[in-house]
């Protein structure tokens, strides 16, 4: 299955897709942590974007379909995958339509006040990505990852200023993918409304979903 998660900032992508991938058995495929992945090996490309990042504004279409299209031709994607964080843009999603077929978006609808919450209490694994949240998530052992014990860190654009630019920029830039696929008939909104709702409901709620189109 070819899956698309969509959300605001702070929807909880990262953290449903990394739930709904093994159970498909598809790859989890977070464009921001590929971006991240460069800044921290200091590539060619994360000397490019690490600006753009950092204040939490778009890298561009032209390189982000690179790192896509070299993601999507790795042989682990050919049962599918689950996209997190791609397509963020209108061109991107033309770009794409003409690669792929995506099968389902899943269309996280989450308050902004929640957003807010959640993304200043947010804390990632240096080590494996895995996301912890200082108000719903905790990990057992302050600071230390549960999975592998990996530093947890807050991320540059995890901070206010940084996290206000990131929802204008959603709203700008990637809501009217909302409609885009709504429009395909292929798009369906889970809703969130509540920040201590266990990730586990809400998984629950796309899983339904997903398994209703088999
Ligand atoms: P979040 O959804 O919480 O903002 P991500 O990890 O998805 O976090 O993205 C972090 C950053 O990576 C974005 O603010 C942007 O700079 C960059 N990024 C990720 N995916 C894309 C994309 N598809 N197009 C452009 N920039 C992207
Ligand atoms: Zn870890």
């Known amino acids: 299955m070819k899956i698309v998660l969509f ?35 200091k590539t060619e490309l994360g000397k490019k974007i690490e600006d753009v990042m950092k ?3 778009l890298v561009p279409d032209d390189l982000t379909m690179d790192v896509v299209k070299d993601r999507l ?30 099968d389902v978006i899943v269309n996280l609808v989450v308050p902004d006040e929640i957003i807010i919450k959640r993304l200043s209490s947010r804390l990632s694994c240096k080590e494996c990505k895995t996301i912890f949240n200082t108000l ?3 990990p057992k052992i302050e600071g230390k990852c549960d999975k592998c014990g990996g530093e947890l860190f807050l991320r540059d654009d995890d901070k206010p200023e940084q996290i206000k630019n990131r929802l204008e920029v ?11 696929y709504r429009k395909k008939g292929i798009s369906y909104d889970v809703t969130c409304d509540r920040i201590d709702i266990p990730p586990e409901e809400i998984v629950a709620k796309i899983l339904k979903v997903l398994e209703s189109l088999k």
């Open 7 to 41: 959300g605001p900032p702070g929807s909880g992508k990262g953290t449903y897709a990394s739930r709904i991938a093994p159970i498909y058995k598809i790859p989890h495929i977070s464009t921001g942590d590929i971006f991240r992945g460069h800044l921290a090996q």
């Open 55 to 57: 204040s939490g504004n």
């Open 73 to 102: 031709s790795q042989a682990d994607c050919k049962n599918g995958f689950i996209l997190d964080g791609f397509p963020r843009t209108i061109p991107q999603a033309e770009m794409f339509d003409k690669m792929e077929k995506v």
């Open 136 to 138: 719903t998530l905790k």
């Open 170 to 180: 959603y709203r700008r830039q990637t809501m009217p993918l909302v409609d885009y």
